[in-house]
């Protein structure tokens, strides 16, 4: 599958953004998806995950309550809303997707088979 990231841009303290991830082919649903970030110097940060049918989702404690997964299936795209941006949320976000992926693995990059080329996202104070 292949992934194409998209919405990021620069943003004030406070505001919000919206980032999407569409994928190719007919498969996206068999496929739980994530969302990480990475900033320079430091790794691939998990951000956000959910599976396969939308039910679960799961979220980073530092961003728990300013972001929201969701996913369409039906356009192949899975999103992701972020809301009290702060500085610190500052970073290159990627999605990533895997056809398995246990609950305890989810935050693990290394879990994922395919990625999205990133979008930045910035911050401003």
């Known amino acids: 599958v292949q992934l194409q990231a998209s919405g990021g841009g620069l943003v004030q303290a406070g505001g919000s953004l919206r980032l999407s991830c569409a994928a190719s082919?007919?498969?996206?649903?068999?496929?739980?998806m994530a969302w990480f970030r990475q900033t320079p110097g430091k790794e691939r940060e998990f951000v956000s995950g959910?599976?396969?049918?939308?039910?679960?989702?799961y979220y980073a404690d530092s961003v728990k309550g300013r972001f929201t997964i969701s996913r369409d299936n039906a356009k192949n795209t899975v999103y992701l809303q972020m809301n009290s941006l702060k500085p610190e949320d500052t970073a290159v976000y990627y999605c990533a997707a895997t056809p398995y992926v246990i609950i305890s693995a989810m935050t693990k990059s290394s879990s994922y088979n395919y990625w999205g080329q990133g979008t930045q996202v910035t911050v401003s104070s």
């Open positions: 082919g007919r498969t996206f649903s068999t496929y739980a």
């Open positions: 959910i599976r396969q049918s939308g039910s679960n989702t």
